[in-house]
């Protein structure tokens, strides 16, 4: 069986958004199941719009997600050479020729073609005239006149174009530059791609795209057109919906792990499994598994499924990404209690690395302030008593493993004649200044005596203040 090579051809023009990063997945996934080849490529032969800030951003958006390529990255714009000789076969062939038509005329014919109801098209004026290349002339496709071009699609079906529909479109500008069908059909040839999965929003280009294999006399790849990403509002995705780059993702702390499992499941399904590791998309992808249908962004999913990676994962796993969040809060993880201690009481709470550290914060802050209504509702005159007789005992102990714990709080409820609750709730709000946190026991533990015995004191000079 043939090796299975496909590619991710990115425009540098903007950011990695969602949908671009999705075409991606899918088809670095699918060359991983196969034991196949994934091939970056760079369409930058758009000078105007092409910038090295977007070519770095594409790379560490696609680094970050973990898609590693095995050949690559090559650049259209290095490869002039390459398109001019493929020109020149086609023209030397009979299926390509030079048009010197200028753009005001070009209007005219679409005019015309419209106002007797028509396609707007080229009318193949410079077709059999036979012109020598020159300053101003472009390179057009002598597209076939009749008869039909059908896409057989993997994912869609076969889908069948009609040929007097399609005009000589141009293959080459006049400086010498490939126009986007072209230069992908020479770069796919040449680097031997024969899988190609891409948006449905290319589906109109692929009979351009079949009509020059043919005439290079190249055998086609296997083509699959995967349904758009749409919002919420099954609208074209938006920035509002959830189209931001992909480094925006982890910059709000999700894990690329997550985002590629939320990505791979819009629109591809593994009968009803919703969490995927990474090796597992690897072992069960197929295209064959791509649904018709669009996929809708829900950014309530997503954080869903980040939670889900974010309690899988190992907790040293964590430690790099949730430092950076901390660091925006100023701060210092080795300022504090044991970093892995404390993203263990937090993984079951936390939904995104932001959030995480929000809630590791009162781990990590020298003082602590209350919330308003916290302190309100338990840090009155009532709970003076309590606290004071706890944190009598806790000095007095040594024991500050979870039981040694339990044990002290045990003897407070024994001779205060209160339940847990009532001795808990004042003691989780003089320790974290809010009223949910981790488990009271788990937190003192981790925090340990110094910080525990220096919070009850400023929580028992709160309350006498009063």
């Known amino acids: ?50 910038t090295q800030a977007s070519v770095d951003a594409i790379f560490e958006a696609l680094e970050w997600l973990g ?47 419209m106002a007797v109801g028509g396609k707007p098209r080229y009318d193949g004026t410079c077709r059999e005239k036979g012109l020598k290349k020159s300053a101003t002339a472009v390179i057009r496709f002598k597209a076939p006149l009749s008869g039909t071009t059908v896409v057989e699609d993997v994912i869609k079906g076969n889908i069948v174009f009609q040929n007097d529909e399609l005009d000589d479109f141009v293959i080459c500008r006049s400086d010498g530059t490939p126009t986007y ?6 770069d796919d040839i040449t680097m031997g791609i024969n899988t190609i999965i891409r948006g449905d929003d290319h589906v109109m280009n692929t009979p351009k795209q079949i009509l020059l294999y043919h005439a290079l006399g190249s055998a086609l790849p296997t083509f699959g057109h995967v349904p758009m990403v749409l919002g919420s509002d099954r609208s074209r995705l938006s920035k509002r919906h959830g189209a931001m780059s992909v480094t925006a993702y982890r910059d709000m702390g999700y894990l690329p792990e997550a985002l590629l499992n939320y990505l791979v499941r819009l629109g591809w399904s593994y009968g009803d499994q919703e969490f995927f590791t990474r090796e597992e998309l690897i072992r069960v992808f197929d295209i064959q598994n791509i649904g ?45 209690p044991d970093i892995i201690k404390v993203i263990e009481t937090l993984q079951p709470r936390s939904k995104t690395l932001a959030e995480m550290a929000q809630q590791a914060g ?11 209504k916290a302190a309100q509702k338990f840090l009155k005159p009532a709970a003076l008593a309590p606290l004071r007789l706890l944190a009598a005992k806790l000095a007095a102990t040594a024991d500050f493993s979870e039981k040694g714990l339990e044990s002290v709080f045990v003897a407070v409820m024994d001779e205060t004649g209160l339940k847990l609750g009532k001795i808990a709730q004042p003691v989780r709000v003089a320790l974290t200044g809010r009223t949910a946190s981790p488990g009271i026991f788990e937190i003192i533990a981790i925090l340990g005596k110094e910080r525990v015995l220096q919070r009850l004191e400023k929580a028992i000079r709160f309350i006498e203040g009063l």
């Open 181 to 186: 069908n072209f230069g992908v059909v020479v």
């Open 362 to 372: 009162f781990y990590y802050q020298t003082d602590i302030a209350y919330e308003q």
């Open 67 to 113: 898609i590693d390529w095995d050949e690559g990255p090559y650049f259209q714009s290095q490869r002039i050479e390459i398109y001019r000789d493929y020109t020149e076969k086609l023209i030397e062939s009979g299926h390509a020729y030079y048009c010197t038509c200028s753009p005001e005329e070009i209007e005219a014919m679409r005019q015309k073609a």
């Open 1 to 50: 069986m043939e090796q299975i090579v496909t590619r991710f051809p990115p425009s540098p023009t903007g950011y990695l958004h969602v949908g671009g990063a999705r075409t991606a997945i899918f088809n670095w996934l699918y060359a991983r199941h196969m034991n196949g080849k994934f091939v970056l490529r760079i369409e930058d032969t758009d000078v105007k719009r092409s």
């Open 292 to 336: 018709r249908s669009a996929g809708v962004f829900d950014f309530e999913k997503l954080q869903a499924i980040n939670a889900d990676h974010i309690q899988a994962a190992s907790p040293n796993r964590l430690v790099a990404p949730l430092d950076l969040f901390l660091k925006k809060l100023d701060l210092q993880i080795d300022a504090g």
